[in-house]
């Protein structure tokens, strides 16, 4: 009879709890669905329908087979600002416009947050580093601590290791590239190895050892993180997402130990991640005393952060959190950003010829004045080059989409009135409190307006001839949003792009790129960042084939 009572009593406390959950979860869908109709400001701003009540359409985003499929088709008929909805009906205005841009990533600062799904996306991502920093204070106190060691000078000191490490991928290259008809090989590979060796080098002073195959546990950790845990996300974890914003705080904080590929891939690597950065904090720390000459970005961090007073300074964990942060920001993005700069050279040969030219001239001009290698000043000057990065940066961005959330109502302007539901033209949107903003980087990129009637098609030479009219200036390099702009524009850009000179100079001198005979369809995947895929063959993994052939 005890035991009867017992399982009796025990399945009535589950039904109760079973009722409670249910009748939580149709409270708060009803509080979702209320909240969507009264605050709904941007009712008269037109869109794509709405298929699926419940899931929406922003989700259509992240199922493209390439980024932009669905983007330019939107921006062409609906113009720089329209209207889709999320899960469950929630409301978010999709923004590309200049001036509307400009507005909430210069103009309002801070007003204008990551989403709560951005920030613990981040969080489970990086851990608490500038990227997941959630407020203002937070992000300018990081950002105090990391300016030394992104200073123009500081980085421009990294050349000739950056340098080092595209002859290295060169000479292995030439060791297995064959002399006269070249070979074929997975570009994208070789990058990735070598920015990653770059980042662990220049960031934390730390041997990765990718290019020489070593059996490294950071390196394996980080390998195709993004597709594995972002790729095509389910519809339970969208719904799950929807419910974050009324959830407090210390609840989110435990999303990231949620065992489903979602979230246990990238903790894993965060826990590899953390296990290193805490030893070489340490490290650092241990030398601050006696040795203050190093240069790795870590090294400044920590001689920065211990000068700082003690409320101003960054947390053990937020430290050790930058780690993940710098590789991911240093070695995903620039390794993609040069792999599709190589693929389009090989579309675009005569291009290519151009930039080998320049190249070889300012060699010559090297060798002349007696010096072993190009400085920054000669990489500044390769006119081909610059206007190549910038056309990929613009054409293929790897972060296409952001998310922001209206901290206060507000009225966003626009460079290009839109047409309303009514038929209106409309040059400003009026927006409430809690609006979901998603800036669309990939559209952006790609407005005829601001980069002229070819802006879909790669073409460096509007860099050249001045085709561009930036009449409104968003981002922080070339008037470009690949980087972000405003407060939050990405720190190490300038990282970036010094990284991308030294090595596709490199590259380009020493080897010509081809499109293989039998080269297939490459498509772009939103998988968190862009990156690129084999049609047909996604499950494989990042994957760009160039036939390669040294000069």
């Known amino acids: ?129 500038i990227l997941w920093a959630p407020h203002g204070d937070t992000h300018s106190r990081h950002r105090k601590i990391m300016n030394p060691a992104f200073s ?38 070789w990058l990735a190895r070598t920015t990653l060796d770059v980042v662990g080098e220049a960031a934390f002073d730390y041997d990765f050892g990718a290019l020489d195959n070593k059996d ?21 974890n969208a719904v799950f997402q929807a419910f974050w914003d009324y959830l407090p705080e210390r609840v989110l904080e435990q999303v990231r130990h949620i065992p489903t590929r979602e979230y246990a891939r990238t903790q894993g690597v965060l826990r590899v991640f953390a296990k290193y950065s805490r030893r070489l904090i340490a490290q650092k720390n241990a030398a601050l005393a006696s040795d203050r000459s190093s240069r790795d970005v870590l090294s400044i961090l920590v001689r920065a952060n211990a000068s700082e007073d003690a409320k101003s300074r960054l947390s053990d964990e937020e430290m050790v959190s930058q780690m993940g942060a710098l590789t991911l920001a240093g070695h995903e993005t620039t390794a993609n950003t040069i792999t599709w700069m190589l693929y389009e050279l090989a579309r675009h040969p005569e291009y290519q010829g151009r930039m080998h030219a320049e190249i070889v001239a300012k060699r ?13 000043e000669d990489l500044e000057a390769l006119e081909h080059l610059q206007a190549a990065i910038k056309e990929t940066l613009r054409y293929h961005p790897i972060a296409y989409l952001l998310n922001r959330m209206a901290s206060e109502d507000d009225t966003i302007p626009l460079a290009y009135p ?39 098609v790669w073409n460096p030479m509007r860099f050249i001839e001045g085709k561009a ?41 020493n080897f010509r790129f081809t499109l293989p005979k039998d080269m297939p369809e490459i498509i772009r995947v939103p998988a968190a960042v862009m990156v690129p895929m084999i049609k047909g063959k996604q499950g494989e993994g990042c994957k760009l084939p160039l036939h390669v052939t040294p000069y």
């Open 1 to 129: 009879m005890a035991v009867l009572s017992y399982a009796t009593t025990s399945a009535t406390s589950h039904s109760s709890i079973l009722l409670v959950l249910c009748g939580s979860c149709a409270a708060a869908l009803l509080l979702l669905w209320y909240k969507s109709r009264q605050r709904h400001s941007i009712a008269q701003v037109r869109g794509p329908p709405v298929k699926n009540a419940i899931m929406g359409n922003i989700r259509d985003l992240s199922y493209q087979e390439s980024v932009g499929d669905l983007d330019f088709e939107y921006l062409k008929e609906y113009g720089t600002a329209w209207r889709m909805q999320s899960t469950l009906g929630k409301p978010i205005l999709v923004l590309s416009d200049p001036k509307g841009l400009q507005h909430v990533l210069h103009k309002s600062g801070y007003l204008y947050p990551k989403t709560t799904q951005s920030r613990i996306q981040t969080l489970v991502v990086t851990g608490r580093s």
């Open 152 to 189: 123009a000078p500081q980085l421009r000191s990294f050349l000739p290791l950056f340098r080092k490490s595209s002859g290295k991928l060169c000479q292995l290259w030439k060791d297995q590239v064959h002399a006269t008809e070249g070979t074929t090989i997975l570009i994208n590979n």
């Open 216 to 236: 490294d546990e950071l390196s394996k950790a980080y390998e195709n993180m993004f597709t594995d845990a972002t790729l095509y996300p389910s519809a339970w």
């Open 364 to 376: 010559a001009e090297v060798a002349a004045r007696g010096d072993a290698d190009f400085s920054m």
């Open 418 to 456: 839109i047409r309303s539901t009514k038929g209106e033209l409309l040059s400003e949107i009026p927006i409430t409190k809690g609006q979901a903003i998603a800036v669309n980087i990939a559209a952006y990129n790609r407005l005829p307006e601001v980069w002229g009637q070819d802006a879909h």
């Open 469 to 509: 009219d930036p009449q409104i200036r968003v981002g922080m390099f070339g008037n470009l949003m690949s980087f972000s702009a405003g407060v939050r524009g990405c720190i190490g850009w300038r990282f970036s792009i010094i990284e991308m000179q030294a090595i596709v100079t490199d590259l380009v001198e």
